[in-house]
C-alpha cells in the first residue's frame, strides 16, 4: 500500500471519529457531559454517584445517578433534558439518546435502559411537549 493510500485512509477515519462525536453538542454519545458526569449510571445507594448534587434514585431497577425534581432542562448537564415522568409523578434529568447503546455506558445488562420518545422534556428548545422532543434514556421500575 502506497504512503498517499494509508493517508488517505487515516483522513477518512479521523474525519469519520470527530463527525461521530456528539460532544461539541453536548448531544447523545458517550462523549457528552451527562455521561461524563455520570448521568444514568447503574448505582446501589448514594455513594455510587461521584458528581455533587446527584443522588441514586432507587425506583429504577439496577438504581440511577440522577438529579431529582429539577424543572428546566438548563438544571440538568449538557447532553441530558429534564423530562416529567408520570409513572412516579415527578421530574428527572435523562440522558438524551438516538438508540439503546447510547444509554447503556455505564449500566450492566441485567439493569439496561431504553431509549424512549414517549417522555416529554419539560423544556426541550422545541416549545415544550411534541415532535421536536429529544428521545431519552430511561431504566425499567425497580
Known amino acids: 500500500m502506497s504512503k498517499s493510500s494509508i493517508a ?3 483522513l477518512v477515519a479521523g474525519c469519520f471519529a470527530i463527525a461521530c462525536d456528539d460532544d461539541e453538542q453536548g ?19 448514594d455513594d455510587d454517584c461521584t458528581e455533587e448534587g446527584q443522588v441514586c434514585l432507587t425506583e ?10 429539577c ?7 449538557d447532553g ?16 438524551v439518546c438516538v438508540n439503546k447503546p447510547d444509554c447503556n455506558v455505564h449500566r450492566s445488562l441485567a439493569n439496561e435502559a431504553n431509549c424512549s420518545s414517549s417522555l416529554n422534556a419539560i ?15 430511561r431504566p425499567p421500575n425497580g
Open 8 to 10: 488517505g485512509m487515516l
Open 60 to 69: 429504577f431497577r439496577g438504581g440511577m445517578c440522577g438529579i431529582a425534581d
Open 27 to 45: 448531544g447523545p454519545g458517550p462523549g457528552n457531559e451527562a455521561v461524563r458526569r455520570g448521568v444514568g449510571a447503574e448505582c446501589a445507594d
Open 80 to 95: 441530558s433534558v429534564c423530562v416529567a415522568d408520570p409513572d412516579f409523578n415527578q421530574n428527572y434529568c435523562l440522558l
Open 71 to 77: 424543572t428546566a432542562s438548563s438544571e440538568c448537564p
Open 123 to 137: 423544556d426541550s428548545g422545541s416549545g415544550g411537549e411534541g415532535p421536536g422532543d429529544p428521545k431519552v434514556c
